[in-house]
């Protein structure tokens, strides 16, 4: 059977994933029951069930999705050792789970607003890979032309608000999304993400603060990772139960390694949040690189840790051990599947290093919505005044 | 000769103004107003225009008010109805709500309480809580929150109770509103108006007395401007919410009892645009907001002197109008900058520098600029009135420049 047809090579996005790669055996969509690996702790409400409902498609395309970002994640690791990527890079992997669960719960209506740890979550909101690796490395093609960089993916047909560098900073935004969906009325949430560090931001409550008042479908999201950059959880926070932080906002903690608990607290969150208003859920997950690149990650934690955690909770490696245990496919098909998903991380790199860099003249486009603001009211209204010396 | 020079700038000037959409319709008005508006003491003014198209009115103080702002006498327009500048505001921003459904309003008091200078009163009962928005006190919050709401394609106006408060939520000015348009690559537009009265009033302390127009200036991706007249800030109001760009919109707490008759049709006014208050040939004064009536006073003794100033409110604070102030300069040859902004680092600062990047071969004198001293407003009256710039000190300084 030719796997070869999980990924055509002219086009390198990865498919939604409501329509999976097509997988030649014969049972599709043969629904599956899957347990959670934690029970949810709830605060203020009733949690969900441990009992997901699932299909044999959407397990195998978990795994696909979540080996995708893992490579890309680690692609990126080496690029930036390269040094193509410059300047900022943070990296994702071990928190692939958050990302995939979110999306199978939801529409490309419902909002998605993180902070700077945003490539995956850009993947999985129907970004390519290619437009990934291009802005990574400042290119023409970038997803944001070249001009914003790892921290500035949005995709806005697809409901990503981004990409935001200032810690706590896209919460208030998400709010405000949330706050144009009600106006609006379009019957859509917003998931507006932080992580654990963020979360002693004082504008987030602010935000969550006017969003139980004004009764807005805004759900934040806490990606505890447990290390805010070199800080530990404990080093910074009182009290680490952010999912009780709300106060009078309910809040739900999750297995954030498990992508199955995140999917259904994240159907939960929705459907509580279009009736009753903001709620809260906190991930329970970890990242295996440090902060950022130029944070090596070990010297705040032990490499024991590290190791112990991937070897027992790795997303991945739970979602592989669900699709044997099924007998959806077989060791050798899902290393295969690895080896053409390693093979179009490389062609997409290829393909954005070849593309070339923007032209000088994108300095000065899209300051202003209509050219540079100060062209037409130079000194000579028929002389361009933004000018590269 | 340059006045020729000028006539021929200001024919091409005005037809590229007919193409942009943003030209108040109601210059058709113009020739009557001015014609009967411009008080110059034996000098006949016929010529209208440097290419700007907005009015240009005079004031004409009954008595010499020492540092109050003169309320403007009735103007000879035809149509049209007299009121006060907070109404003037509110009458923009009610407009532009029934034109377009997008726009809301967010901020401390805009709601049932009818906001505290009383710019959104009315509004509440008549749009509704979910378009005036009563909000908590969190700018931070609540200014990311229209940012965010912006994103998707709604139109906050978003009020800072006094423009000082905004400095809570510089973040979100700074980073999201100014620079969203930019690292998206073009994917989001931010159309939020971010307005606020601020400058010094009546002894209201060192914090609620702040000019924030230099802070935020150097900010890429956000456009200012600086209403003075009923008539400018209503047509400002209505051309911020109308643009895509965000806008800060500067208002001044001194100013909101101003009376002056209006057009009763809809006009906006070109945000990137500078005001030509009073033409003249020996200096050139650029000013803005309340500073422009503390001018016009100076400009009534200078006049008696026997100097020729020519006031420009320029308005626009991000971008500048260097159009109209170069051919201004290109004529008088001598700059006097007026302002209320801080001497350090305020608007006064970079246009001195614009004007001597741009125009350094037309200056007789080099540019000359009054602002306030670098101090924090004081409480006492008599201090306070010297932080700012006095007309006395305006007419001594043209009278230095001109000699």
């Known amino acids: ?389 | 000769m340059s006045a020729i020079i000028h006539g021929a700038g200001a024919a091409t000037a005005l037809t590229t103004f007919n193409s942009k959409k943003l030209v108040a319709p109601c210059r058709t008005n113009l020739p009557a107003r001015s014609k009967r508006c411009i008080v110059v003491a034996g000098s006949d003014d016929a010529s209208k225009s440097f290419g700007s198209s907005s009015v240009l009115s005079v004031r004409r103080p009954q008595k010499l008010i020492a540092n109050a702002v003169a309320t403007k006498t009735d103007t000879s327009a035809t149509t049209g109805h007299e009121l006060l500048l907070f109404e003037a505001l509110q009458e923009g921003l009610e407009e532009e709500m029934d034109r377009d459904p997008h726009v809301c309003v967010m901020g401390e008091d805009v709601g049932h309480y009818g906001g505290s200078y009383k710019v959104t009163k009315g509004l509440a009962d008549k749009f509704g809580d979910l378009r005036v928005l009563d909000t908590p006190i969190c700018e931070n919050a609540f200014t990311g929150m229209g940012i965010g709401a912006a994103m998707t394609g709604l139109r906050p106006v978003i009020e800072g109770m006094n423009m000082g408060f905004l400095l809570l939520a510089f973040n979100q000015i700074s980073n999201n509103c100014g620079m969203l348009h930019y690292t998206s690559g073009g994917q989001f537009t931010i159309p939020v108006v971010i307005r606020g009265p601020g400058g010094v009033g009546r002894q209201l302390g060192a914090e609620h007395s702040q000019r924030l127009e230099s802070y935020f200036q150097s900010i890429p991706g956000i456009q200012m401007v600086a209403c003075s007249t009923p008539y400018n800030a209503k047509g400002l109001m209505k051309a911020a919410i109308r643009s895509e760009n965000p806008v800060i919109l500067f208002e001044h707490v001194l100013l909101y009892n101003l009376k002056e008759k209006i057009p009763d049709d809809d006009y906006i006014c070109n945000l990137e645009e500078a005001e030509m208050v009073r033409p003249g040939e020996h200096i050139t004064i650029l000013t803005y907001s309340r500073m422009r009536y503390h001018v016009m006073q100076a400009a009534k003794t200078l006049v008696n002197k026997g100097y020729d100033p020519e006031v420009i409110d320029i308005r626009s604070l991000k971008p500048f109008d260097l159009y109209t102030i170069g051919n201004s300069v290109k004529k008088t040859h001598r700059v006097l900058i007026v302002e209320e902004c801080m001497r350090t680092g305020g608007i006064g600062a970079s246009l001195t520098a614009a004007i001597n990047e741009n125009f350094h071969d037309y200056l007789d004198a080099p540019v000359m600029c009054l602002s306030s001293q670098d101090v924090p407003t004081p409480y006492a009256g008599t201090l306070e009135e010297w932080t700012v710039v006095q007309p006395a000190q305006i007419v001594t300084a043209v009278e230095q420049l001109c000699q």
């Not at chain 1, 909101?125 to 291009?134: D, H, K, N, P, Q």
């Not at chain 1, 921290?151 to 608000?161: I, L, N, R, T, V």
């Open chain 1, 1 to 389: 059977m030719s796997l070869s047809r999980l990924s055509s090579r002219s086009n390198l996005i990865p498919r939604p994933l409501s329509a999976a790669i097509s997988r030649l055996i014969s049972t599709d969509t043969t629904p599956i029951t899957i347990e959670t690996s934690l029970p949810f702790t709830a605060h203020l409400c009733d949690p969900p069930s441990r009992s997901v409902e699932s299909s044999t498609q959407e397990l195998l395309t978990f795994f696909r999705t979540m080996a995708l970002m893992r490579r890309m994640e680690i692609a990126a690791d080496s690029l930036y050792k390269a040094k193509l990527i410059r300047g900022f890079c943070h990296l994702y992997d071990g928190q692939e789970a958050v990302a995939i669960g979110m999306e199978a719960a939801i529409t490309r209506k419902d909002a998605i607003i993180t902070a700077y740890r945003d490539h995956c979550i850009f993947l999985g909101r129907g970004g390519s890979l290619y437009e990934v690796f291009a802005e990574l490395m400042g290119r023409r093609d970038g997803c944001s032309r070249g001009k914003g960089g790892s921290m500035h993916f949005y995709k806005k047909d697809a409901s990503f608000y981004g990409g935001h560098g200032i810690v706590g900073a896209q919460v208030p935004l998400g709010c405000g999304i949330a706050f144009a969906q009600k106006y609006d009325k379009e019957e859509a949430v917003t998931f507006a993400m932080y992580g654990d560090g963020a979360a002693n931001q004082g504008q987030l409550f602010e935000a969550l603060n006017i969003s139980a008042l004004w009764d807005l479908p805004s759900i934040l999201v806490c990606e505890n990772n447990h290390y805010g950059m070199g800080t530990a959880e404990w080093r910074a926070a009182k009290s680490p139960s952010y999912y009780k932080r709300g106060d009078y906002v309910p809040g739900l903690k999750v297995d954030g390694m498990d992508a199955f608990a995140v999917k259904q607290a994240c159907k939960f969150a929705k459907e509580h949040a279009l009736k009753n208003g903001p709620i809260i859920l906190e991930m329970d997950t970890y990242r295996y690189h440090g902060h950022s690149m130029s944070d090596p990650g070990s010297t705040y934690r032990t490499r024991d840790e590290i190791s112990g955690v991937r070897q027992e909770r790795d997303p991945i490696e739970r979602i592989k051990k669900l699709v044997l245990s099924h007998d959806i496919a077989t060791e050798k098909e899902l290393k295969d599947m690895e080896k053409e998903i390693r093979k179009e991380v490389d062609d997409a790199i290829a393909k954005a290093k070849d593309c070339p860099m923007p032209e000088p003249s994108e300095l000065f486009t899209n300051v202003y919505v209509k050219g540079f603001g100060t062209e037409s009211f130079g000194p000579d209204r028929k002389e361009v005044k933004a000018a590269l010396p």
